[in-house]
């Protein structure tokens, strides 16, 4: 809900800023206002996230290699139902410059066309990077003109999406760690059905140990979240030990082996702080975690004010909230974080319950206000 609040501020200060009529038509088509078309009811709506609230119908101007499934991410609509209010078969994609109609109150800008002109040694990746776009797509939009060959002085054209265009050309990261993640590196989708586009690798560091740098890829907003939240937690928790980090995402988002998230760039599993004096290689049981040290890793990544949420076994939270309590933390703290004792059912606090999360915390970040197609779940 707040990410949206943002993302709907700087919607309208965009919409100022430019002072053009807003991109997308205002009144509905007249089949449409006649309800022919049902609007999709509470329970049916399959998106939470405020597309709901506040919904109205409009038209968006499907452009180049846009899908219906992109589409649903955006509006935090279904797929089905947009292919029912469009009368598209299943499977069916639009056509470039077919009117959809949509109901929904998220009204993001569409993308738009941009012109590039080559320069020595230009690729996909460096061409797209800038735009904030998938160099999968830029590559396709321009592919039978330009072919393999990526000739300087030759124009190709890349539809990027404005804010996360308007994010990278204002980027201006503190001095410091998080300056080192460069930006660009965006969430699609869903963590459990997503990508990663133009992912970033968590920075190599004395503050903590990448186990799989192979899968240690996020958003940008993700990875600084995480630079930020572990150096934090080096300076302040006055622990002497080595935290290990597991897996994050591919490169490219999508299945990783062995989990059922982690597929969008902003999950992350860290394992359990052990005590100080043990050898770092030994397995996180019990007796060797560190639990006062969890607490505050725990607390540095909610200092970010990034995180989503965090899952950790139900019984196990109290060994931390014992270490917390001994430790002069206040209750009322750490009911404000942690399900024990109140129960493994309550959802006030970040951290959740789920199975199988004994050994590692799993951080899950939000969306960042720009990520257009990135749902928050
Ligand atoms: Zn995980």
């Not at 830029?138 to 072919?147: D, F, G, K």
């Not at 009911?335 to 789920?354: C, F, N, T, Y």
Request: charged share 30%; hydrophobic share 35%; net charge neutral.
């Amino acid at each position: 809900m707040q990410v949206l609040t943002i993302l709907e501020a700087l919607l309208a200060a965009a919409a100022m800023q430019s002072g053009d009529e807003p991109p997308l038509e205002e009144s509905p088509p007249a089949e449409v206002a006649e309800a022919s078309v049902e609007a999709p009811s509470e329970e049916s709506d399959a998106f939470s996230g405020g597309a709901r609230e506040g919904a109205r119908w409009f038209r968006h101007l499907v452009v180049k290699r846009e899908t219906v499934e992109q589409l649903a991410l955006r509006y935090r609509v279904k797929a089905s139902s947009l292919r029912s209010w469009n009368k598209l078969d299943e499977d069916e994609q639009p056509e470039e410059g077919a009117k959809l109609r949509v109901f929904s109150a998220i009204t993001t800008p569409p993308r738009e066309p941009v012109e590039y002109t080559l320069r020595e040694g230009d690729t996909w990746v460096s061409i797209s990077r800038p735009f904030g776009a998938n160099p999968a797509d830029v590559r396709r939009y321009n592919y039978y003109r330009v072919r393999r060959n990526l000739d300087p002085g030759e124009v190709v054209v890349v539809w990027s999406d404005p804010l996360i265009r308007d994010a990278i050309a204002r980027d201006d990261p503190p001095p410091g760690p998080t300056a080192e993640v460069r930006p660009g590196g965006y969430s699609y989708g869903f963590p459990h059905r997503g990508q990663l586009v133009n992912g970033v690798r968590i920075p190599e560091s004395d503050a903590y140990v990448l186990r799989y740098p192979n899968s240690s890829w996020g958003s940008t907003w993700a990875v600084r979240a995480t630079v930020t939240a572990l150096h934090g937690f080096r300076e302040r928790s006055g622990y002497g030990g080595l935290v290990r980090l597991g897996t994050m995402s591919r490169q490219r988002g999508g299945d990783v082996g062995g989990h059922r998230s982690h597929q969008s760039g902003r999950d992350l599993d860290v394992r359990l702080p052990l005590r100080a004096e043990l050898n770092q290689q030994l397995k996180p049981s019990k007796r060797r975690v560190d639990w006062l040290a969890t607490w505050r890793l725990i607390d540095a990544f909610l200092e970010t004010g990034t995180v989503k949420v965090i899952f950790f076994d139900y019984r196990r939270q109290k060994l931390i909230y014992r270490a917390a309590k001994e430790s002069g933390v206040s209750e009322e703290e750490l009911d404000a974080v942690l399900q024990w004792p109140i129960g493994r059912g309550e959802l006030d606090g970040k951290v959740r319950h789920s199975s199988g999360h004994t050994g590692h915390i799993h951080v899950r970040f939000t969306c960042a206000p720009y990520e257009t197609e990135c749902v928050d779940l």
